[in-house]
C-alpha cells in the first residue's frame, strides 16, 4: 500500500494563491443567473476543450475566446470549460489535477495557478465537479459548474451542487433519460444539511439554503441524442415546478459521440429549439479531432472541434439568435 500523503488545506491554498477579481466573477454569475431565470435574452454557450491538459493552450485558447466574446457579446455570453477533473467509466486519465507525477497537492496548486491566469484574461470559466474533496480548491473562480451524467444521481453530489454558489446544470443520466435530472434538480434547489470540509480542513457539518439556479442539461445517452425532446423535457420541468432553464450539450450521445457532428446537432437545436432553450454546450479545442501528445493543441480525451469550426459556429449562432430573438 502506497503511503498516505496529507493535502494542504483550502484555506493554505487560497492564501498562497489569492482571487484579486472576485468581482468579476460575481458579474459573470450573475449574468449566467439571469440568462437562465430569463432576465436577459443572451444564449449562453459553454464552449471549450474537452479537459484542461496544458496551461499554455488553455492560456492561448482562453485568449482567443476572450476575442471572439467580444464579438458576439451582444447576442451571446461565453464561458471557457475548464474541466479539471475528468469521470471515467473505466481506467484511464482522470484529468489535469491528477496529472502531475502522481501528486494531487501539486495537481491542485498547478490548477488552481491555471484558472487564475484564464480568470486574469477575462472570460467566465466553467467545470464539472466531479470530487467533493477537491470543489472548494477552486470552487471561488468557477461561474458555471456542472454535475455529470454519471454523479447527477449521487446524493454527496446533489448535497454538493444545493451550496455552490454558482449555477449548476445537472446532466440527464447515461441512458439518456432526463428524470432522474429533474429529481436532482428538485433536491439541489431545497434547503437542506450538507457535510462540508472547512477551510481549515476539519469536516463539519454546515446548512445550505439551496441553489435557485439549478437547471437541466440534455447530453443525449447510450441509446443515442434527445436534443429533439427540448419540449418534453420543458413539460416535465413546469409539471415539477422548477424553472424551466435548459442548455443542449452538442456532444456526447447528441452527437453520437463523434466531435465533427456537433455543428450539425447545434444548427439543428438552434433553428428548432432555440426559443425555448438558454444555452448550448460544444467541445472545442485548438486543432480539430483527437491527438497522442498533451500540448499539441489536440484533445486527448474526447474529440473537439478545432478552432476554425469553433469561430464559425459560433459566429452563426450569434446570427441566427439576431433572427431569432427579437428582443436583442
Given at each position: 500500500?502506497?503511503?498516505?500523503?496529507?493535502?494542504?488545506?483550502?484555506?493554505?491554498?487560497?492564501?498562497?494563491?489569492?482571487?484579486?477579481?472576485?468581482?468579476?466573477?460575481?458579474?459573470?454569475?450573475?449574468?449566467?443567473?439571469?440568462?437562465?431565470?430569463?432576465?436577459?435574452?443572451?444564449?449562453?454557450?459553454?464552449?471549450?476543450?474537452?479537459?484542461?491538459?496544458?496551461?499554455?493552450?488553455?492560456?492561448?485558447?482562453?485568449?482567443?475566446?476572450?476575442?471572439?466574446?467580444?464579438?458576439?457579446?451582444?447576442?451571446?455570453?461565453?464561458?471557457?470549460?475548464?474541466?479539471?477533473?475528468?469521470?471515467?467509466?473505466?481506467?484511464?486519465?482522470?484529468?489535469?489535477?491528477?496529472s502531475h507525477e502522481g501528486s494531487v497537492a501539486k495537481g491542485i496548486i498547478e490548477t488552481r495557478q491555471l484558472l487564475l491566469a484564464l480568470t486574469e484574461i477575462g472570460i467566465a470559466l466553467a467545470t464539472e465537479f466531479v470530487s467533493p474533496f477537491l470543489a472548494d480548491y477552486f470552487s471561488d473562480l468557477i461561474s458555471w459548474g456542472a454535475i455529470g451524467a454519471r454523479t447527477v444521481l449521487s446524493p454527496v453530489h446533489r448535497e454538493l451542487a444545493s451550496r455552490l454558489p454558482m449555477a449548476i446544470g445537472m446532466k440527464n443520466t447515461l441512458d439518456g433519460t432526463f428524470e432522474p435530472a429533474i429529481c436532482a434538480i428538485e433536491s439541489v434547489s431545497q434547503e437542506q444539511?450538507?457535510?462540508?470540509?472547512?477551510?481549515?480542513?476539519?469536516?463539519?457539518?454546515?446548512?445550505?439554503?439551496?441553489?435557485?439556479?439549478?437547471?437541466?442539461?440534455?447530453?443525449?445517452?447510450?441509446?443515442?441524442?434527445?436534443?429533439?425532446?427540448?419540449?418534453?423535457?420543458?413539460?416535465?420541468?413546469?409539471?415539477?415546478?422548477?424553472?424551466?432553464?435548459?442548455?443542449?450539450?452538442?456532444?456526447?450521445?447528441?452527437?453520437?459521440?463523434?466531435?465533427?457532428?456537433?455543428?450539425?446537432?447545434?444548427?439543428?437545436?438552434?433553428?428548432?429549439?432555440?426559443?425555448?432553450?438558454?444555452?448550448?454546450?460544444?467541445?472545442?479545442?485548438?486543432?480539430?479531432?483527437?491527438?497522442?501528445?498533451?500540448?499539441?493543441?489536440?484533445?486527448?480525451?474526447?474529440?473537439?472541434?478545432?478552432?476554425?469550426?469553433?469561430?464559425?459556429?459560433?459566429?452563426?449562432?450569434?446570427?441566427?439568435?439576431?433572427?431569432?430573438?427579437?428582443?436583442?
Amino acid at each position: 500500500m502506497k503511503k498516505e500523503c496529507r493535502l494542504p488545506t483550502i484555506e493554505q491554498i487560497h492564501k498562497e494563491l489569492p482571487l484579486s477579481g472576485q468581482e468579476k466573477i460575481s458579474l459573470f454569475r450573475k449574468s449566467i443567473n439571469d440568462i437562465l431565470l430569463g432576465n436577459d435574452p443572451r444564449l449562453l454557450v459553454i464552449v471549450g476543450p474537452c479537459a484542461l491538459q496544458d496551461a499554455d493552450s488553455a492560456i492561448e485558447y482562453g485568449k482567443r475566446l476572450f476575442k471572439l466574446q467580444q464579438r458576439v457579446k451582444e447576442r451571446l455570453f461565453l464561458v471557457m470549460r475548464a474541466y479539471a477533473e475528468k469521470p471515467r467509466t473505466r481506467s484511464s486519465w482522470k484529468g489535469f489535477v491528477h496529472s502531475h507525477e502522481g501528486s494531487v497537492a501539486k495537481g491542485i496548486i498547478e490548477t488552481r495557478q491555471l484558472l487564475l491566469a484564464l480568470t486574469e484574461i477575462g472570460i467566465a470559466l466553467a467545470t464539472e465537479f466531479v470530487s467533493p474533496f477537491l470543489a472548494d480548491y477552486f470552487s471561488d473562480l468557477i461561474s458555471w459548474g456542472a454535475i455529470g451524467a454519471r454523479t447527477v444521481l449521487s446524493p454527496v453530489h446533489r448535497e454538493l451542487a444545493s451550496r455552490l454558489p454558482m449555477a449548476i446544470g445537472m446532466k440527464n443520466t447515461l441512458d439518456g433519460t432526463f428524470e432522474p435530472a429533474i429529481c436532482a434538480i428538485e433536491s439541489v434547489s431545497q434547503e437542506q444539511p450538507t457535510i462540508i470540509t472547512a477551510t481549515s480542513g476539519s469536516v463539519c457539518q454546515a446548512y445550505s439554503p439551496g441553489n435557485p439556479y439549478a437547471h437541466l442539461v440534455l447530453r443525449g445517452g447510450n441509446g443515442g441524442p434527445n436534443y429533439t425532446r427540448v419540449k418534453k423535457a420543458k413539460d416535465l420541468l413546469h409539471e415539477a415546478r422548477l424553472q424551466e432553464a435548459i442548455l443542449v450539450d452538442c456532444s456526447h450521445g447528441n452527437s453520437q459521440y463523434m466531435w465533427e457532428r456537433q455543428p450539425k446537432v447545434c444548427k439543428e437545436v438552434l433553428e428548432h429549439s432555440l426559443p425555448f432553450i438558454q444555452g448550448i454546450m460544444v467541445e472545442s479545442f485548438l486543432c480539430g479531432g483527437t491527438g497522442d501528445a498533451i500540448g499539441s493543441g489536440h484533445s486527448v480525451v474526447d474529440g473537439c472541434l478545432g478552432w476554425d469550426e469553433t469561430e464559425k459556429l459560433i459566429v452563426h449562432a450569434h446570427r441566427q439568435c439576431a433572427l431569432t430573438r427579437k428582443d436583442l
